[in-house]
């Protein structure tokens, strides 16, 4: 009866170096379940403004050469394409871009500089989405640590670009 006693008592103590040994692993695990969770909803924004530039860029390509004010219908055709895919982000659907906005969305006609990036008689899109205060007001911080700086780190801005040839 004796080995009896001694073996539940060896069990009572594993069970609390378990719980000791789960004390250390669950924040790591918490941590590493939140971060994923945050860049998991940063890629679905990221890919989200690239379709939107290449819907920005389709709808000014869309728009006839031929009209008077092509340039104009463009540039709003562009930005009104963006903010449409872009809804769930914005709340709004219009050609007009709010001011002070997460989303910036613009378009504009290549200078002709010359450069690989945007050749003369093109159309570019670039979509911007402000992560202002580093996404804290989306994503709390869970701590800041000296010489790693903020778990997890979140991007100030993502920027998303479309190109493409436009008819004379």
Not at 77 to 96: D, K, P, R
Not at 129 to 156: A, R
Request: overall charge positive; aromatic content about 8%.
């Amino acid at each position: 009866m004796h080995n009896k006693n001694k073996s539940v008592r060896c069990g009572r103590r594993e069970s609390g170096a378990a719980a000791i040994e789960f004390a250390f692993v669950f924040p790591l695990l918490l941590t590493l379940v939140y971060c994923v969770i945050v860049y998991g909803y940063l890629f679905v924004v990221l890919q989200s403004i690239e379709f939107a530039a290449h819907r920005g860029i389709e709808a000014a390509v869309a728009v006839d050469p031929a009209s008077t004010d092509a340039a104009t219908q463009r540039q709003q055709q562009a930005i009104l394409a963006v903010n449409c895919s872009l809804q769930w982000l914005t709340g709004s659907c219009s050609s007009t871009i709010a001011s002070g906005g997460r989303v910036v969305p613009q378009y504009s006609l290549c200078s002709g500089t010359g450069t690989t990036s945007c050749p003369s008689g093109y159309g570019l899109v670039t979509v911007t989405y402000k992560l202002n205060n580093g996404g804290s007001w989306l994503f709390p911080k869970l701590v800041d640590l000296p010489m790693v700086g903020t778990i997890p780190p979140m991007p100030e801005t993502m920027v998303a670009t479309a190109i493409a040839k436009l008819e004379p």
